[in-house]
């Protein structure tokens, strides 16, 4: 069971997490009992996320002094019986660029995929992936722009060049990193032999 952004929700939610974190089951208005025994509950939250932000380190660690602030940050936003009910807090790092890259990559692939029905090859150089990587993070979102970034420079540019004719079925495309922006580099499909 997944609570996304928990510090938004109603005061009135946490009084029934109380029970269900405390029982393993919840009381409805009408008496019946409903059981999460067997429910790992998960909660996540951005409380303490500028402070993660700021005081990582160069390797993407977290210092002792940044846990106990966001720590701190927590207890300040959340009552102690809310938090004494949790078994674990997990503190995330801001990914890595070699971790946005992967990421990329795997976005691309899936666009090279989708190519495949027309026969048309896909790859992208180093160099685009490290541009789309750069263009593409926002550390504050994580990698959620990155998919809309490739949708509008990649997919959308691709789509254009494929309509007018640029890229014919059984082509060959590069996404290339040129004088800071990207661009394609089309290889015309083979010609049949007889």
């Known amino acids: 069971l997944l609570f996304d952004e928990i510090e938004k929700a109603q005061p009135d939610v946490f009084n029934v997490l109380l029970q269900l974190l405390d029982d393993g089951r919840l009381t409805d208005s009408h008496g019946r009992v409903v059981s999460f025994k067997n429910t790992v509950v998960i ?3 951005n409380v ?3 402070l993660l932000l700021e005081g990582m380190d160069a390797d993407g660690g977290i210092p002792e002094r940044v846990r106990d ?3 701190t940050q927590l207890r300040q936003t959340f009552r102690p019986e809310f938090l004494n009910r949790i078994d674990e807090i997990a503190l995330f790092t801001p990914l890595s660029r070699s971790e946005i890259k992967k990421i990329v990559k795997i976005q691309l692939d899936r666009v090279g ?3 495949g029905d027309r026969q048309i090859r896909f790859e992208a150089t180093d160099d685009a992936l490290a541009f789309i990587a750069n263009a593409g993070y926002d550390p ?3 990698a959620r722009p990155l998919k809309r970034y490739i949708q509008r ?3 959308t540019a691709l789509g254009r060049r494929i309509i007018a004719g640029d890229v014919a079925d ?3 495309v590069t996404l290339v990193a040129r004088d800071g922006a990207l ?3 089309v290889t015309p499909p083979a010609e049949p032999r007889e």
Request: aromatic letters at 8%; zero cysteines.
């Open 43 to 45: 909660m996540t939250s």
């Open 69 to 71: 602030q966001v720590m």
């Open 153 to 155: 420079h990649v997919e």
């Open 170 to 172: 059984g082509s060959g």
């Open 113 to 115: 995929k989708r190519l």
């Open 48 to 50: 303490g996320s500028p």
């Open 183 to 185: 661009d394609f580099d």
């Open 140 to 142: 504050v979102f994580g």
